[in-house]
Every structure is written in C-alpha cells, then in structure tokens.
C-alpha cells in the first residue's frame, strides 16, 4: 500500500472523490491512518469468488454468512472524528441485522495477499481496531495463492502464532481444508 502526504484539503477532496466513484470499497481506517487499498487483479478476484461459492454453502448449515469483505471496526466517527475499522476481502460472521454497515464480530477473517501487501502491518491494524472498538475475532486466515498456502492465526488479536495450511494436510477442519484444496 501506498502512503500519501498533502494538505488536509486536498486529501478530503481525493477521499470525496474516491467515495462518489465507488473506487473506496476496500479501503480502510485505523484511527488517523486512512489507507487507500487499490482494486484487485483478477486472480485475487477470482479467487475470491471461488472461496465465496465454495465456503458460503458451508458456512450457512452452521447459521453463519460469508461476506465477500465487509467493514471489521466502527465506521461512524469517534469524539475524536476518527473511525476504527478494517476491510478483509472475506468474513465468516452471524448475519447483521438488515442495513448494518460495520460489524465488530466475526468467525473469521480471510486476506487474500496480494504483492504489495503487509501481512505483519495488516494483523497490526485488527489489534489497533480491536484496541479502540473491541472486536471479536477467532481466526484470521491468510490465502497465499503464490506459495499454495493458508497461514491461520488462531488468536489474532493477541498473539502472532499461526500454522501453515498446505494441500493435502488431512488434519484440516472441513472450512479450511476447502480453502485449502482451492489453492492446489
């Protein structure tokens, strides 16, 4: 991700901008911290299109929905005028009540990683979010579609142990193991 430094003006002008155009969907704010996240390319897309069919039939024989992303956080300003939230390309989660924007607990949060992407910085920004909302988050899941891989963080909001998820791993619970095989 891209950092960008200007006067405040012309970043709000950029952000309104961005926000009429609909080019704002994946973006994201910790705090002060607004980052601009750019649109996919098309393997990142279709492969999140494969774990929405594949992981959303699953998900909802357990009473549960998958959102294709989706604001992790608080969307609305704090007294300070900041906003706390993340937007993962997926999130298993109960469904919202209709009209919901935000929510700020899920199962799972699933990152597709891209190139350009931090995953450190990344599971970062759910402890700030989760630091100044309190979230609720079981796992964060992190797709690696060039190594065929899923890194699991089983407590992502507190520690940064994780394992590797790989093809043919027969230990796998059912979700995973379908993320899994879609990598191979």
Same mark, same amino acid.
Do not use: C
């Given at each position: ?22 080019? %704002? ?5 910790? *705090? !002060? ?7 996919? &390319? ?30 992790? *956080?608080?969307?609305?300003? %704090?007294?300070?005028?900041?906003? +706390?939230?993340?937007?993962? !390309? ?27 992407? %931090? ?11 989760? &630091? &100044? ?7 964060? +899941? ?12 089983? &407590?992502?909001?507190?520690?940064? !142990? ?6 043919? %791993?027969?230990?796998?619970?059912? +979700? ?9």
């Amino acid at each position: 991700m891209s950092t960008i430094e200007a006067p405040v003006q012309l970043i709000d002008e950029l952000l309104r901008e961005r926000r009429a155009r609909g080019a %704002d969907l994946y973006d994201y704010q910790v *705090g !002060d911290r607004y980052v601009v996240a750019p649109m996919a &390319n098309f393997d990142h897309q279709g492969l999140s299109a494969r774990i929405l069919a594949a992981l959303g039939p699953l998900v909802e024989l357990e009473g549960l929905r998958y959102f294709p992303g989706g604001n992790l *956080g608080r969307t609305s300003s %704090d007294p300070a005028g900041r906003a +706390w939230y993340v937007v993962p !390309d997926g999130l298993v989660a109960p469904a919202p009540p209709p009209g919901t924007v935000a929510i700020t607990a899920a199962v799972i949060a699933i990152e597709i990683l891209s190139p350009s992407e %931090d995953r450190a910085k990344k599971l970062a920004d759910y402890r700030t979010v989760h &630091n &100044n909302v309190g979230l609720s988050l079981e796992e964060v +899941w992190y797709v690696d579609p060039a190594a065929g891989t899923v890194a699991v963080f089983t &407590n992502p909001l507190e520690s940064d !142990d994780s394992h590797i998820a790989r093809p043919g %791993d027969t230990s796998l619970r059912r +979700w995973l193991a379908v993320v899994v095989g879609l990598l191979a």
